[in-house]
């Protein structure tokens, strides 16, 4: 069977986005949230992504943007602060059971 995206042009994601485009077609924000919105429901419908390391770039710009951390910070700086982090708990049995998945 054929499966279909179906839009509800009434929904206040859908509506808000469509006011944001009108305002400013170039706003690059309003494009990232769109391609997440269909990736999620690609991704919630079973299908796999063409490239998922284009839509983890995605939703690092929008957390960035949410948490209103400036997006021409040189990525070296936000890496350095990663240094002084310790691992995970548990980093390495899940790394290990990532592979079984495999």
């Known amino acids: 069977a054929k ?3 179906e839009i509800n ?3 206040a994601i859908v509506e808000n986005l ?7 077609k170039n706003d690059k924000s309003v494009k990232d949230l769109v391609m997440l ?6 991704l919630s419908s079973g299908f796999s ?3 998922p390391m284009v839509h983890a770039q995605r939703i690092h710009r929008m957390i960035k943007l949410g948490l209103g951390i400036d997006e021409d910070e040189p990525e070296g700086a936000e890496a350095a602060d990663d240094t002084d982090m310790p691992p995970l708990e548990g980093d390495a049995e899940d790394a290990s059971r990532m ?3 495999d």
């Open 3 to 5: 499966k279909h995206l």
């Open 9 to 11: 042009p009434d929904h």
């Open 18 to 24: 469509r006011k944001r485009a009108e305002a400013d």
């Open 37 to 42: 919105l269909f990736e999620t429901s690609l």
């Open 49 to 51: 992504l063409e490239d």
């Open 99 to 101: 592979e079984e998945v």
